[in-house]
Each structure stands twice: as structure tokens, then as C-alpha cells.
């Protein structure tokens, strides 16, 4: 399969733990963004990165928040003290080209206790 | 700061067009309509794009009206696995990347 994947595809942790998701977008895809969407609504952006450079975050990505991609392959995205209002999808999609048009993955769904 | 708004859900008999339509009053001159879907559990899925004219690939069409203001994804014979949330996305080109802004999307029932 030559899509954007994900994983976990799920993770249960207590608050205040720290949790963190992998994302291997398409292989010749140079851009990739993360989402977060919570239930009934559609996905919100979180962070753009272009090869390995992050250029973009939104102010929803408090401090507790960290999105890394080394060497503009697989990103990561890990959440430090884990809140409740954290439970959510979180999405990674990535593109390539002109037209921008994003693929996404299946998603991670995080839920806190 | 949505910029698309759509009806919450809709219904549709199976064999029938899907018309789902979609308002986007502050859209600028460069801005993209994108319309994807997402059915449970799953990411968001393509469907088409659009700037000024009208679209058309295996999936849907798109119609997008001459002032821009609104459009319309078209599935033409809607089927019982089409039944999904669908999302019309503005696409804005800022300084240094494409942002895509979601509205809450529209839940489609196709129904036998």
C-alpha cells in the first residue's frame, strides 16, 4: 500500500502522560501537514512542514505540543502532560506539486482518561 | 474562522443524483474549492477541486457559480457506499503554504 499511514491507529493513556504518533506520508510527497479532529466537526489545522522544516503552526499547537519530521521522510507528533480536551482524531495528510491536493491517512484516535 | 457553510445532513435514494450544496461568500479571486468525504473511522478521501469552471472527473462534478459565491458536488448516481460526510474546503494560499479550512460538512444518507 503506497498511502499515508499511521500509528497507532488507537492510544488510551491517563492525563498527564505523554503520548506520541508516527506518520509516513507518501514517498515522494515533500510536504505534510498534521489536523485535529474532534467529534461532529471537521479536521483543524495543527502544523505544515515542507522536506524537514517546520513553517507553520497553528495557535491550537500550545507548548505541550511538538511535531518533528527529520530528514523530511516520517513525522512525529508527541503531546507532553496529556489533557482531556486533548482526545481527538489526529490526522496527517501530504501533498506534492502545484495542485496541493492532500491525502490523508487513517487517522490516530487518542483518547484521555 | 470557517469559511464554507452546508447543511448538516441530507437524503438521497439510491440511483439519484447527490446534489450537496455549499456556500463560500468571502472567497477570494485565488482561493480553491476542495470537497472531500470521510466516512466513519477513516481520513478524509479527494473528491474534486475547483477554481472558476466547472469540474467533472469519475468521481463527481463540481459546479461553482459564475460569482463564486457558492457551489455544488454532484454525485450522479449515488450509491449505498457513498453515504459519508462530505466537506467543501476553501483553500487559501498564504505566504509560505496552502491552508485548508473545513466547515462541519454535510452527513449524506443514501437510502435503499
Known amino acids: 500500500d503506497t498511502g499515508v499511514s499511521q500509528n497507532p491507529r488507537h492510544k488510551i493513556t491517563k492525563r498527564g502522560q505523554n503520548v506520541t504518533f508516527r506518520c509516513d506520508p507518501i514517498?515522494?510527497?515533500?510536504?505534510l501537514y498534521w489536523y485535529r479532529q474532534t467529534l461532529g466537526q471537521g479536521p483543524e489545522f495543527l502544523t505544515y512542514f515542507q522536506n524537514e522544516a517546520q513553517l507553520e503552526k497553528s495557535r491550537l499547537l500550545s507548548d505541550r505540543f511538538s511535531a518533528e519530521r527529520p530528514k523530511g521522510s516520517f513525522s512525529t507528533l508527541e503531546i507532553q502532560r496529556t489533557e482531556q480536551g486533548d482526545s481527538a482524531m489526529y490526522l496527517c495528510?501530504?501533498?506534492?506539486?502545484?495542485?496541493?491536493?492532500?491525502?490523508f491517512g487513517p487517522g490516530t484516535r487518542l483518547t484521555v482518561l | 474562522d470557517a469559511k464554507t457553510t452546508q447543511p448538516p445532513s441530507m437524503d438521497c435514494a439510491e440511483g439519484r443524483a447527490a446534489n450537496l450544496p455549499c456556500n463560500h461568500s468571502?472567497?477570494?479571486?485565488?482561493?480553491?474549492v476542495y470537497w472531500y468525504r470521510q466516512i466513519h473511522s477513516q481520513g478524509p478521501q479527494y473528491i474534486i477541486h475547483?477554481?472558476?469552471n466547472n469540474e467533472t472527473n469519475e468521481m463527481a462534478s463540481l459546479i461553482i457559480t459564475e460569482d463564486r459565491k457558492s457551489s455544488t458536488l454532484i454525485l450522479p448516481h449515488a450509491t449505498l457506499r457513498d453515504t459519508a460526510v462530505y466537506y467543501c474546503i476553501v483553500r487559501v494560499s498564504l505566504y509560505n503554504f496552502n491552508k485548508f479550512y473545513f466547515g462541519s460538512g454535510t452527513k449524506l444518507n443514501v437510502k435503499p
Open positions: 475547483g477554481l472558476k
Open positions: 468571502t472567497i477570494s479571486g485565488n482561493e480553491y
Open positions: 495528510a501530504s501533498t506534492t506539486g502545484t495542485t496541493d491536493t492532500q491525502y
Open positions: 514517498s515522494e510527497h515533500n510536504r
